[in-house]
């Protein structure tokens, strides 16, 4: 074991074992060795014997001992102590020294440690343009192959879908082409090439093209039985599960999905399994199936508190949260979704604090505790605009904007603005079939055109308002963004489930005992669509007029 693993040391003593080494090479490998197997709880220490292999390596121009050093250094930096400006500078003095000496192979290395540095605090501007700078020095293929494959990464991170596919697949044709110069696919091309369609198909679902996502998904498939991999067939899988949940296919999605889970099972697969889990969960969620929704929920905790997988444990229990929502145990949700909210907090997941606040308001509503639940949402609004912000700040999501905004509040409002729009374009005119004498007609297009025209009158509005009056459009500028976030997520999701659930009536045989099922289902997302459009007309109403009931105003204009 390394010599910062002994329970006390210090740095003198180590000094003095290091030196009865007759290498001076071998020196610098036990520092830096050491320094790695020390904890950070004592990164000073860790920090000093880093900097005495620096020195070293200095000494006696082991160029290979350098790098190492500096790479250790900024490790610690980075890591330990948190000290991102140091840490650079060390990676930074790698790319000086091997620029120096006109060693592109290590200049390569330091500037794609950079890189990766930058991508993992979400400075994705420099990531990219550290992982341009490796491209542009004579690394080998494998590296360029490596930093594409990252490019689309940081690329999809941004949701700069294109330039993410073009990146994967710049890195798919470069790995073809080294194939071919070797006349065969070994088992790491066969494996960069089924990670590669992973990605592309990941990408191709989260800009709803499914089609093109599948065909990724199945070379997956391919590719991973071909090399006998279960982890590939696993990751293909929950892709393809994923796929036939976007097309509404719930049952096709379960299948893919409990293939998966067997997968799973039989290579004690844990995290993957936690995910799957809670994904049957959110799938018998969206058919209404409570009962089995809540049983797979339930697994999913159980396996990632088992396994301590904290950054998975808030989206279970969300998960079961939001289940006990829908079945009216509103005393079961909240204790479920305080632990999920506690802790993202401590694992800095913002995504699910948002979440979590937001289920939180409603169960909190539900109950009757109206403070709770105004403080539940205000706290999601912070966090919604805490997120926004952050992707505002990114260079390439900046250039998603439509104008330059004058001012933080407007910024909140015209992002929102964006968002509804873009949602509205994808949406359709959706027509739903009567069948057992039930017909369930859904028409949203009256509430768009209405919520589009006061959003215009704001904009004029907004124009001509002056300083005195800015509290009062900044309490339309929330109105409307609830209006929006209704709009865009509250009436998505019941219409995927009629849809999947007219999938399931047996049309040859009226008298299958699912019909009731899924006739019972039709009611309960009825009366949820209709209950979304009340909530839209108040908002409208007390926006326009002041007043808080759902009943229409005269049209005076």
């Known amino acids: 074991r390394s010599l910062g693993q002994v329970e006390k040391f210090n740095v003198d003593s180590i000094k003095a074992i290091v030196s009865k ?17 020390m904890s950070c709880e004592d990164s000073t220490n860790k920090l000093l014997i880093a900097n005495e292999a620096k020195k070293l390596a200095e000494a006696i121009k082991w160029h290979e001992g350098v790098y190492k050093a500096n790479r250790k250094l900024g490790e610690i930096y980075f890591s330990c102590l948190k000290d991102y400006p140091k840490a650079f500078d060390a990676f930074e003095d790698n790319v000086r020294f091997a620029h120096k000496y006109d060693d592109t192979i290590n200049e390569a290395i330091a500037l794609e440690t950079m890189a990766k540095a930058y991508q993992k605090i979400s400075q994705y501007q420099k990531a990219l343009e550290y992982y341009n700078k490796v491209l542009g020095v004579r690394s080998d293929a494998d590296m360029q192959m490596g930093v594409l494959a990252d490019m689309g990464v940081v690329y999809n991170a941004i949701e700069d879908y294109n330039e993410a596919l073009a990146t994967y697949k710049n890195s798919l044709r470069m790995l073809d082409s080294v194939a071919a110069a070797k006349h065969a696919k070994d088992i790491q091309d066969t494996l960069l090439t089924a990670g590669l369609s992973l990605n592309i198909g990941d990408i191709y679902l989260a800009m709803s093209q499914p ?3 599948m065909e990724n998904y199945d070379k997956v498939q391919l590719l991973s039985i071909a090399i006998n991999d279960t982890y590939l067939q696993i990751a293909g899988l929950i892709g393809i ?20 889970l067997l997968k799973c099972r039989e290579i004690n697969e844990f995290r993957d399994e936690v995910k799957i889990l809670n994904e049957l969960a959110n799938t018998y969620h969206d058919m209404f199936v409570y009962d089995k929704a809540l049983l797979y929920a339930d697994s999913s905790l159980r396996l990632a508190e088992d396994q301590s997988y904290l950054d998975l444990l808030p989206k279970s229990y969300i998960t079961s949260g939001n289940i006990y929502i829908k079945q009216n145990k509103f005393d079961l949700a909240v204790p479920a979704l305080q632990k999920a909210l506690t802790i993202a907090q401590k694992n800095s997941g913002l995504d699910d604090e948002r979440d979590a606040w937001m289920s939180l308001s409603i169960a ?4 009757g505790e109206d403070k709770e639940a ?12 805490s ?20 001012n933080q509040k407007m910024k909140d409002s015209l992002y929102q603005q964006g968002i509804y729009e873009r949602t509205i374009g994808r949406q359709k005119t959706f027509t739903y079939t009567s069948f057992a004498g039930l017909i369930l ?34 309490a339309q500028s929330n109105v409307l963004s609830d209006i929006a976030h209704i709009q865009a997520h509250h009436v998505r999701g019941p219409v995927s489930t009629i849809l999947g659930l007219v999938q399931l009536f047996n049309f040859d045989d009226p008298t299958d005992p699912i019909n009731k099922e899924v006739i019972e289902g039709l009611g309960v997302v009825t009366e949820k669509l209709d209950n979304v459009v009340k909530e839209v007309i108040i908002k409208e109403n007390k926006l326009r007029y002041g007043k808080d009931d759902d009943r229409p105003m005269p049209n005076n204009s």
């Open 21 to 37: 080494l007759s290498s001076d090479t071998e020196k610098v490998k036990t520092y830096i060795n050491t320094a790695t197997g």
């Open 211 to 213: 089609d093109k996502a």
């Open 241 to 260: 599960g994923k796929t036939y949940k976007l097309k509404t296919n719930y049952l096709e999605a379960i299948k893919q999905y409990q293939v998966a």
């Open 364 to 367: 909190y509503g539900n109950k």
């Open 374 to 385: 105004l403080e539940a949402f205000k706290n999601f609004i912070t966090i919604r605009d």
């Open 387 to 406: 997120i926004s912000k952050v992707e505002k700040e990114n260079e390439f999501i900046k250039r998603a904007l439509e104008a330059d905004f004058r």
């Open 441 to 474: 007609v859904v028409l949203l297009t009256f509430f768009i055109y209405r919520n589009y025209n006061i959003q215009r009158k704001y904009n004029e509005l907004l124009s001509r308002e002056k300083k005195g009056h800015l509290a009062h459009i900044e």
